[in-house]
Structure formats: C-alpha cells, structure tokens
C-alpha cells in the first residue's frame, strides 16, 4: 500500500512518502497550487518516489498543440504518471507513445469496474475513484477490476467545477468588490461550501475535512494499493501529523490512529453511506 501526497508546496520531508501529485500550472484545475515544468523537472532531480502530474482541465482544439509539445516535456522529465481528465491525453499517450502511464481522474464518474476495465484495455494503468462510492464498491474495484486503483484518505473534496468565471459574474451583477474564496451555505442541508474562483474556472469545495481513517483496515487487509492525501486548504500540521500517524500503520503497524480523529475529525463522506435516488411522485392540481 502506497501514500502518495498532494502538498500546497514541496519540501524535502516528503521524501518519506511513496509519492507526490504535482497539478501542472496552466493545465489543471481544482488545486490551492501548481507547479511549472521547471518546477517539475526541479522536484525530479531530488525526489526519487513516484511523482504524477495533474491534467485536468477541459482541452478545447484551440489548446492541442500547446497540450501535445507539453506532454513531450513531461515525458522527457521521467514521472510515474499522469492524472488525466480530457480524453486528449489518452489519445495523445497512443500517438506519441508516451512512457508515462495515465490515471483516469474523471472526478465522480470513476464508480464502477466495468468502466475500469473498460479504460484499462485502452492502455490507462490506474483509476482514481470517486469520493461519493462506498467503502465495499471501493473494494468491489479493486478486487474485480485489472485496473489499479488510488483512494482518497484525506482531503477536502471538490464537490463541483464551472468553466465560468461565477464568483466575477456574482460580484459584477450585484455592483460588489471582487472577493475569492467565498464561503456559502446550501439551504436546505445547511452545509458549508468554499467558493473559489482561477483563471481556468470555478470550483465548490466542501469546507469539512474527508478523514477516511475508520476505512483504512480493510484497505490494508484487502492489499489495496493506493491512497491519496490532498493537503489544500488543510492546515499543514495537523495533515502532516494525520499522515505520519497512518503511514506508521501503514509501513510499520503502528496503531495510533485514534489521534488521527482528533486531529481531522471523524467525516468519512460516502464511504458508509449509499447514495440512492428516489423518483420523486408527481402531484396533480
């Protein structure tokens, strides 16, 4: 079992992580941080885990070549991977024969293992899966699927993502200085978002911390291979003291991980909970 790590910025002391996720800058989204090419190949030459890039940002024609040569760059760098959203990359991966396998990151689309295998038999090596499936389906992936799978175990999760500039619209319309990171309520489960606003589009992000702790026996016991921690809008020592804790577990069989719930909380999301939908009966007048 593998921790890899999103960090807001690189420090040596990630060095006892199995791997880091660096979002490429100007190519993803969704991020508190992002990381140039330089910034890349500088990590490359002092980090010798696994080191994946985000892209994931909608590819429109107008950005193909730019997203070709940078592809050709990135593979020259030698990563692990790539987090992938736009099916570009994958065609591009077969086109130029890139030797940096891919991860599907097609943030709540990834639910099931038959859609799994389905991009396995088109050359994607790993499947990041969505946060709003349960531990069993979970388990259900990784046992049935020839995919590898990546787990969140600690984030604040991205719960949506608009293309358009919301938070200016919002703000020009009601004649208001421009705020970012803009905290909302939703009416009717009077739970809290964070709204924030970049070039590339707008992201929702719930602004509770997703400690998937209470699931992290059975991924063991079940050999499952990946977890990913996202440090964004986390404070960073009580996230970095939450994944010392959980690596020795994971690594050494040391089992604190009570105080990991001290430190995070206890909200593990979906992965205890269905999601079922209902049709809902239409009342006649």
Do not use: Q
Not at 190 to 203: L, M, P, Y
Request: glycine fraction near 4%; proline fraction near 2%; aromatic fraction near 14%.
């Amino acid at each position: 079992m593998k921790l890899i790590v999103k960090p807001v910025i690189y420090s040596d002391s990630l060095k006892k992580y199995d791997g880091i996720i660096l979002p490429l800058k100007d190519f993803s989204i969704n991020y508190d941080s992002y990381f140039t090419l330089d910034d890349i190949k500088d990590i490359r030459n002092k980090y010798d885990g696994e080191i994946f890039v985000v892209i994931n940002k909608m590819i429109f024609n107008k950005d193909l070549d730019s997203l070709k040569n940078v592809l050709l760059d990135i593979d020259k760098i030698g990563v692990t991977g790539i987090f992938y959203y736009d099916v570009s990359v994958l065609e591009f991966k077969k086109e130029l024969n890139l030797k940096a396998d891919l991860v599907w990151n097609a943030n709540h689309m990834v639910t099931n293992y038959e859609t799994c295998n389905y991009y396995f038999s088109k050359g994607v090596k790993y499947a990041y899966l969505s946060n709003e499936i349960t531990l069993d389906e979970t388990l259900e992936i990784n046992k049935k699927s020839s995919i590898t799978p990546m787990f969140t175990m600690v984030s604040k999760p991205v719960v949506g993502t608009s293309f358009r500039h919301l938070l200016t619209n919002y703000y020009k319309a009601h004649n208001k200085e421009f705020k970012n990171n803009l905290s909302i309520k939703e009416s009717k489960t009077k739970e809290e978002f964070i709204v924030s606003e970049e070039n590339d589009g707008t992201t929702f992000r719930f602004n509770k911390i997703l400690n998937n702790t209470r699931c992290l026996k059975k991924l063991k016991d079940n050999n499952f291979p990946y977890l990913v921690f996202i440090e964004d809008s986390i404070d960073s020592d009580k996230f970095y003291r939450a994944l010392d804790i959980i690596n020795d577990y994971v690594k050494n069989d040391i089992d604190n991980l009570k105080d990991v719930y001290d430190l995070l909380g206890r909200n593990t999301g979906f992965s205890y909970r269905k999601t079922i939908y209902r049709v809902k009966k239409h009342e006649k007048n």
